[in-house]
């Protein structure tokens, strides 16, 4: 019998290299729309955490009769030392030091975690210690890159609150969670007054330069034990920026607390001048500038602003520059870093009756 026998045809390489090469064409058109996809979500997730500490912010509100301070403390004037950390310091730091964070827990369904804190002791006490290192889903930005594992909290060991220089550890070692979000303290830095006028911040103070005379006016939302109620706000809530993205890649930030004597380096810009360290108030607020105490360098920091404050916002989200914002009303926008910087300085504060037109918000 005659065996029939069948031709078998294989690929031959060119047509494999062909093939290979139109996949790796189709693979490299759909990765940018995969990445896309996946940066859109999380810019999705980055809006409904905010809007969550928005929401937890009033319903503080209805329990409080005001907004949470930035962070609170007892009396400045008290001295002495608590587990290894001097107070106050030059900008009347003290105990207790715990952050809006800390405060909004039970309204944020991490009513389980408020309560192990012990809030008469230090944030940074030992009992405290491991609770405090808690990563917390909701305050930490999904396109941020630069940590949210926690860090340890660093002191200046030279200059002045004002000017705080020579970073290193506390000892024993201060560990915080992160916190990709922070409250607005307004025009000015809280943390950048002179030691006699850091005891009371509703007192303004005279700041000389050449001629003239400025005056330090607090008039963000947030600060060492504000108690800010709606009707403070008088250029209105949707005008007033709450909160902001402070992304960990330029510098650390937590939803604990504050501790006497703590800075908070830049990771994007070391070499900014002396002043490249903030003080305490920096762990959980940013400003948005002009800074009466920052002249000449007299700058308003818009979100993202590539000079890398470690007291401005910050984000990491991709195909825009700027960050997601957090207005008084609850709601949420994305401002450009090309906002125009007046219109930003304007939306930070809260009483100045500065109010701009929506239509001037650059998205």
């Known amino acids: 019998m005659n065996k029939s026998h069948c031709a078998r045809r294989a690929f031959t390489l060119i047509e494999l290299l062909v093939v290979i090469a139109i996949v790796s064409i189709l693979m490299s058109l759909l990765l940018p729309a995969v ?13 409904n955490n905010l809007k969550e500490i928005g929401l937890a912010f009033h319903n503080y509100v209805d329990s409080h009769l005001c907004f949470p301070p930035a962070y609170i403390q007892g009396s400045g004037t008290q001295s002495g030392v608590s587990y290894g950390v001097s107070y106050p310091d030059g900008g ?4 207790s030091g715990w952050g809006w964070g800390a405060l909004i827990l039970p309204y ?3 009513g389980n975690l408020y309560k192990k804190l012990n809030l008469n002791l230090p944030c940074w006490a030992t009992e405290n210690a491991t609770i405090v290192q808690t990563k917390i889903p909701g305050y930490l930005c999904p396109s941020a890159t630069g940590g949210s594992d926690g860090f340890s909290v660093l002191q200046y060991t030279a200059g002045t609150n004002q000017d705080p220089q020579n970073p290193a550890p506390f000892s024993p070692n201060i560990f915080f969670a992160h916190s990709h979000y922070s409250v607005n303290a307004g025009q000015n830095a809280p943390w950048n007054r002179s030691t006699p006028y850091s005891i009371d911040f509703s007192i303004p103070e005279p700041v000389p330069f050449g001629s003239e005379i400025a005056y330090d006016i607090i008039n963000g939302p947030f ?6 109620r709606p009707r403070d706000v008088t250029d209105g809530l949707s005008q007033t920026v709450f909160a902001g993205e402070t992304d960990s890649i330029l510098t650390n930030k937590t939803w604990v607390g504050v501790v006497p ?3 908070t380096p830049s990771h994007v810009n070391p070499t900014i001048g002396q002043g490249d360290n903030n003080g305490a108030g920096c762990l959980v607020s940013i400003h948005s500038g002009p800074d009466i105490h920052e002249r000449p360098q007299f700058i308003i920091h818009q979100p993202s602003d590539p000079i890398g404050l470690t007291d401005e916002m910050y984000s990491e989200h991709a195909a825009s520059t700027g960050g997601n914002v957090l207005f008084g009303d609850g709601g949420v926008r994305f401002i450009s870093a090309f906002i125009d910087a007046d219109t930003w300085w304007y939306l930070s504060t ?3 009756g500065d109010v701009p037109s929506l239509e001037t918000l650059a998205d």
């Open 35 to 47: 990445q896309a996809a996946r940066e859109s979500a999380r810019r999705t997730q980055c809006v």
């Open 92 to 95: 009347y730091n003290g105990l």
């Open 108 to 110: 944020i369904e991490q």
């Open 223 to 228: 600060y060492r034990n504000s108690h800010t």
């Open 261 to 263: 004597g703590a800075c």
């Open 350 to 352: 809260m009483n100045v």
